[in-house]
């Protein structure tokens, strides 16, 4: 079975909205991963602050590697998310993915996102996905 860094690293090269985004892989392991990125002008909306799916993409991102990384592959089914601090140009962030439940077929996970220079909480976000009987 893979590693949860080989299988994040063979879902990166096929995920081209993170490569566009500009997903940093800072960590993954089992039931967990951490990623950055830097926020662009691209990504601002009409108010000069970063769109709401920034972050969002980012923590989806956070997700789909955490719960792939037991070697099973995993979709997810729900997601939510409360947004807490706005961004603008240039912040850096960082979503840390945690597993906080997972059986044969489903598994629970909470993202935080924050900033990176000072660790002000800035998103959070909950995932549940569908563990399929697929091999990685």
């Excluded at 860094?5 to 892989?25: C, H, P, R």
């Excluded at 991963?33 to 009409?46: A, W, Y």
């Excluded at 947004?83 to 960082?94: F, N, Q, R, T």
């Excluded at 044969?104 to 660790?119: E, F, P, Q, T």
Aim: hydrophobic residues 40%.
């Amino acid at each position: 079975m893979p590693s949860a860094n080989e299988i994040t690293n063979t879902m990166m090269t096929k995920d081209y909205f993170s490569q566009w985004l500009g997903v940093k892989v800072i960590a993954s392991g089992n039931g967990i991963s951490k990623l950055s990125i830097t926020v662009k002008k691209q990504m601002l909306n009409g108010f000069g602050i970063a769109h709401g799916g920034i972050t969002y993409s980012l923590a989806d991102s956070a997700l789909a590697f955490a719960s792939n990384s037991h070697g099973k592959k995993a979709v997810s089914v729900e997601t939510s998310i409360s947004h807490i601090v706005s961004l603008v140009e240039g912040d850096e962030i960082i979503a840390e993915a945690k597993e906080e439940n997972c059986s044969n077929k489903i598994g629970v996970y909470s993202i935080k996102i924050y900033k990176a220079n000072d660790n002000i909480l800035v998103a959070l976000f909950k995932g549940t996905v569908y563990r399929t009987s697929k091999d990685w």
